[in-house]
């Protein structure tokens, strides 16, 4: 297979993913009546509805920041709710594009080196991972029976999960703790067939330990460690909001602790390489809302409802975080006025 049907293939499956599982979601569902439903939605629970939507999302940069802190200690909030916010709405251009272009997007503004800022975007998929997990298995006490024997392949799903997190973190202990011997052993061994890989293995391990050695002290870990749960329990409510934006406890007594569940799983549509979810989450949704005992119809009124307006919410906020960053920039430093590419542009000041 050439370089080009590489480049092609990976780029178009997220996009044939997405379309399967938007056929697959979409099938077995009467639309009108899903969207019938939205339409008879709580203004005031949605107004509250949103706001947590966003606070989680400010809580998430905020997280960012300390994370960041011990690289440059004035970051601006803005800049990182605007990066991370970018981020979100540029994978759903280009799938996965986003982690890379929201640390480009920061150190681009910040003068800060985008290796480290890398390096801490591994750093918090990999807590937000391990949080999710737990707070999956806080699912499974919570859920009113046996969540492994209604969803099939969750249990499955945890156990891959940790065993592979349980191999990165060990892998990634080596590369900090014992990164000279480690990293000379492994790049001499690989550099042996392909200089090439051995170089870009190089920039790995040099990004994963700047990224990690950002969280120094047992102080920033506690800051880190405790803002995720803030995040997991704001999305938590969000989940059983939405709830209550589509009146479903009209149809269904709801809970807090169903709010959970559906929170967490959801999460796993979110993972799979679709373009923002699209279709993996809808699907996810409509199966665990089933479980409960709502219809096709009202669960993909949840999922439309949900990722809908996440959707228009990380759209929106990339067109202004763009605009108004570079806008302010531009007439802060008397700079000429930057394109949403400039941020891949390296800067001769750049550390």
Known sequence: MTDTLKKVFGYST?????????????????????????????????????????????????RWKIIVKSIKKDTSLLNMLGATMIGYGVNYAVPRLGEIYRP????????????????????????????LGFST???????????????????????????????????????VHFKENFYNTILSFVGR??????????????????????????????????LSVIIMLLYGLTSYQAFLVLRMEEIIPVSLAMGWVVMTISAFGIVIPTVGGTGSYHIIV????????????????YALFTHTVASI??????????????????????ASKETFFSVFKIDSEEK
């Not at 859920?143 to 592979?164: D, S, T, Y």
């Not at 919410?313 to 008397?334: C, D, L, M, Q, W």
């Open 14 to 62: 997220p996009f044939l993913l997405t379309a399967l599982f938007i056929y697959l979601s979409f099938k077995d569902v009467e639309l009108a009546e899903s969207i019938d439903l939205i339409s008879k939605m709580s203004i005031l629970w949605f107004f509250v509805f949103y706001i947590f939507h966003y606070l989680a999302h400010i809580v998430r940069a905020f």
């Open 104 to 131: 480009f997007f920061l150190g681009k503004w910040e003068g800060i080196s985008r290796s480290a800022l890398l390096g801490t975007i591994v750093v918090e998929r990999i807590i937000d991972i391990i949080v």
């Open 137 to 175: 298995l806080l699912s499974v006490y919570v859920f009113p029976g046996n969540l492994f024997e209604e969803i099939e392949w969750l249990k499955p799903a945890l156990l891959f999960g940790g065993l592979v997190m349980g191999g990165v973190v060990i892998f990634l202990y080596l590369v």
């Open 193 to 226: 067939f392909s200089k090439k890989i051995a170089d870009k293995l190089a920039y790995i391990f040099h990004m994963l330990v700047d990224g990690f050695s950002t969280v120094k002290t047992l102080k920033n870990w506690t800051y880190t460690i405790g």
């Open 286 to 301: 409509i199966s665990i809302l089933a479980v409960f005992g709502f219809s096709n119809e009202v669960g993909m009124a």
């Open 313 to 334: 919410s990380f759209i929106v906020s990339t067109i202004f975080f763009v605009f108004y960053i570079n806008h302010r920039r531009a007439k802060i430093e008397g």
